[in-house]
């Protein structure tokens, strides 16, 4: 092998090192901007949380899912994943561990409320903008 040979090899194997890098830096940034269901200015971005717990199994078919807070303009992706908008006093009017998700948007975290309506093992995702605010249950 000459010494052109050799150049045109390393030439062409840095191209594809670069090539890589490039594809790589693109991917991670595509994921990165898919990752937080919080955006900087502490807005909940819903679909991403909604597609986050059906990709993780916690939007099951058959599952009883709710949102507490004002639905909005996020009514229809909520229908789309089967997660009824309620208001407290609905949710008040539940038994008691019947949930299998509560998701809290609300303006008052009532904890003590959505434990009393969660099935053991279920999940509850609340958005809580004051860490003062978070004062869990014992359980």
Same mark, same amino acid.
């Given at each position: *092998? ?9 030439? @062409?194997?840095?191209? @594809?090192?670069?090539?890589?890098? @490039? !594809? ?10 898919? $990752?937080?269901?919080? $955006? ?26 709710? %949102? ?8 229809? %992706?909520?229908?789309?994943?089967? @997660?009824?908008?309620?208001? $407290?006093?609905?949710?008040?009017? *539940? ?22 309506? !969660? ?8 958005? $809580? ?11």
């Amino acid at each position: *092998m000459d010494a052109s040979s050799g150049g045109i090899l390393r030439l @062409v194997a840095r191209t @594809v090192l670069l090539g890589v890098l @490039v !594809l790589s830096l693109a991917s991670l940034r595509l994921a990165l901007a898919l $990752a937080p269901a919080l $955006a900087n200015d502490n807005e909940l971005h819903l679909p991403i949380l909604l597609t986050e717990l059906n990709n993780r199994g916690y939007l099951h078919h058959g599952g009883r899912a709710v %949102f507490l807070g004002d639905a909005g303009s996020w009514l229809p %992706f909520l229908e789309q994943s089967h @997660v009824a908008p309620v208001s $407290a006093v609905q949710l008040l009017a *539940m038994p008691d561990e019947s949930m299998d998700l509560v998701l809290d948007h609300s303006d008052g975290v009532e904890f003590n409320l959505v434990d009393r309506v !969660l099935k053991v093992g279920g999940v509850a995702a609340v958005f $809580a903008a004051l860490k003062a605010a978070l004062q869990l249950p014992d359980n």
